[in-house]
């Protein structure tokens, strides 16, 4: 269940890069504003349905300094993704971004002594190499170094905030996903422009920040507390993967021969490795079962 919450995180994800192409507005700032809004609305009314009132009042009372650690580095995440895009290109934020799994795995060694399997380190590996043959066709184009610095502060606030989740996995994660969300909203209200956009606009920040950020985060936090983290990590790749194909779909740009081939690569890295990870815990279930 964890592997498939978070594969559609990833799927939610997905969507930011078609979705901001329809945007009309410059100010990036703005865009970080309103998409952290309707984030924060869809995870608060998330909440109130799943556990009503009471409950969700109780999921803040217990998140502890763990949660306010998640809130603050997924602010950060998802408030630097959208600067990252104006300064460095797409392809760079890709790449640094399939860091991730990498950073997750060495947190979680370094600090708290979790084993990876070889398996997922040579699933990383691949992962990396899929990522990187995917973007090498625009890897050439104007970057700087602010722009590499915020998507490699993306990868390692991402990072360690699956770590977080994953340690505290008696914890609920989403009111702190939900305070990370109102905390990139408030920084976002002090640097932008103007809070005035169109109703064309409207829509798909509304769609950026409910669906792409909110449902995305909701179910990411809701699966990473229940597989190892530098999986949960790997997994959330498919977002490069399908993010191009978003873009075919709705913009009608073709996807290039090398994004084919590096997600091909990654798609197949992926589901090799779950499908080993599925086999073994078939077989340690097994094992215990036997009288």
């Known amino acids: 269940m964890g592997c498939l919450l978070v594969a559609g995180s990833a799927i939610a994800?997905?969507?930011?890069?078609?979705?901001?192409r329809f945007l009309e507005t410059t100010d990036n700032w703005t865009v970080v504003f309103w998409r952290s809004v309707f984030a924060a609305l869809f995870l608060l009314c998330f909440m109130l349905i799943r556990d009503g009132p009471r409950g969700t009042l109780q999921l803040f009372r217990h998140m502890g300094l763990a949660g306010v650690g998640?809130?603050?580095?997924?602010?950060?995440?998802?408030?630097?993704?959208?600067?990252?895009?104006?300064?460095?290109?797409?392809?760079?934020?890709?790449l640094l971004q399939a860091g991730v799994p990498l950073l997750a795995a060495l947190i979680s060694w370094v600090l708290?002594?979790?084993?990876?399997?070889?398996?997922?380190?040579?699933?990383?590996?691949?992962?990396i190499a899929g990522v990187a043959i995917m973007v090498s066709d625009s890897l050439d184009g104007e970057v700087?170094?602010?722009?590499d610095l915020l998507a490699l502060l993306i990868a390692i606030s991402f990072?360690?905030?699956?770590?977080?989740?994953?340690?505290?996995?008696?914890?609920?994660?989403?009111?702190?996903?939900?305070?990370?969300?109102?905390?990139?909203?408030?920084?976002?209200?002090?640097?932008?422009?103007?809070?005035?956009?169109?109703t064309h606009d409207f829509a798909f920040l509304f769609a950026l920040g409910a669906i792409n950020l909110g449902l995305g985060l909701a179910l990411f936090v809701s699966g990473a507390r229940l597989i190892p983290s530098a999986l949960a990590a790997l997994i959330g790749t498919l977002e490069p993967v399908l993010g191009p194909v978003w873009v075919w779909l709705l913009h009608n740009e073709v996807p290039s021969e090398r994004t084919i081939i590096g997600g091909a690569i990654i798609l197949c890295a992926l589901l090799f490795h779950l499908g080993w990870e599925y086999v073994r815990q078939r077989k340690t279930t097994a094992l215990k079962q036997r009288p």
């Open 13 to 20: 994800w997905s969507t930011g890069g078609a979705l901001t």
């Open 70 to 94: 998640v809130a603050v580095f997924f602010a950060i995440a998802s408030s630097c993704f959208i600067l990252a895009l104006s300064y460095t290109t797409v392809a760079n934020v890709l």
């Open 112 to 127: 708290f002594r979790e084993k990876v399997s070889l398996a997922t380190w040579f699933a990383i590996v691949v992962v």
């Open 144 to 147: 700087s170094p602010i722009g």
């Open 159 to 198: 990072a360690s905030a699956t770590v977080i989740t994953r340690r505290k996995a008696h914890l609920r994660m989403t009111p702190a996903v939900f305070l990370g969300v109102v905390i990139a909203a408030c920084a976002a209200s002090l640097m932008a422009g103007s809070f005035s956009v169109g």
